[in-house]
T-cell receptor
Framework: GAVVSQHPSWVICKSGTSVKIECRSL??????MFWYRQFPKQSLMLMAT?????????EQGVEKDKFLINHASLTLSTLTVTSAHPEDSSFYICSARGTPGTGINIQYFGAGTRLSVL | QKEVEQDPGPLSVPEGAIVSLNCTYS??????FMWYRQYSRKGPELLMY????GNKEDGRFTAQVDKSSKYISLFIRDSQPSDSATYLCAMSGTGNQFYFGTGTSLTVIP
């Protein structure tokens, strides 16, 4: 099946610093990628949808200046948490839409990134 | 009314039991129906997907879609402790809109 690689898996940073998370589709081209946030024992919360070559579409309540998304190629999207604060500590998960060579409309997820802001 | 409803559980079964997980939905335009398994602090892993109605089997897992009732199910036969996880259903049409259930927490007791 299709593979989505997310890096890093865990990052600890100091308050006020910025953190970049990468999401790569390894064996297919993903015109659309999604970024989710998940708190412990809660369901996925969609943060934004990014289409290759265009600006991301953010969900209501998500600060676009805080969570910068770049989808510069068909296989790579990045999420940068700018000036991170302890309340940004969470589990961030990316996904890519599609299946290689078909029009099947499903999502494949990365393994997630645990962000801890001290 | 939510687009997708899923009983959050928790569900606890003995090893070897048959597990039935279910979701209902309201949008008749949904065409793709997905089941994901998520272990703690991991991303969701695609288990199976079905296009339109019908059944699909993969090893111990069977996915069923009943579009007339707007009801989907995932059956796990001969459940194992390693099946203990949260199971998410998800649905989509042809665009970028995906709708997820809230997940059902499953524990298989040895």
């Amino acid at each position: 099946g299709a593979v989505v690689s997310q890096h890093p898996s865990w990052v600890i940073c100091k308050s006020g610093t910025s953190v970049k998370i990468e999401c790569r589709s390894l064996d297919f081209q993903a015109t659309t990628m999604f970024w989710y946030r998940q708190f412990p024992k809660q369901s996925l919360m969609l943060m934004a949808t990014s289409n290759e070559g265009s600006k991301a579409t953010y969900e209501q309540g998500v600060e676009k200046d805080k969570f910068l998304i770049n989808h510069a190629s068909l296989t790579l999207s990045t999420l940068t948490v700018t000036s991170a604060h302890p309340e940004d500590s969470s589990f961030y998960i990316c996904s890519a839409r599609g299946t290689p060579g078909t029009g099947i409309n499903i999502q494949y997820f990365g393994a997630g990134t645990r962000l801890s802001v001290l | 009314q939510k687009e997708v409803e899923q009983d959050p559980g928790p569900l606890s079964v003995p090893e070897g039991a048959i597990v039935s997980l279910n979701c209902t939905y309201s949008n008749s335009a949904f065409q793709y129906f997905m089941w994901y398994r998520q272990y703690s602090r991991k991303g969701p892993e695609l288990l199976m997907y079905t296009y339109s109605s019908g059944n699909k089997e993969d090893g111990r897992f069977t996915a069923q879609v009943d579009k007339s009732s707007k009801y989907i199910s995932l059956f796990i036969r001969d459940s194992q402790p390693s099946d203990s996880a949260t199971y998410l259903c998800a649905m989509s049409g042809t665009g970028n809109q995906f709708y997820f259930g809230t997940g059902t927490s499953l524990t298989v007791i040895p």
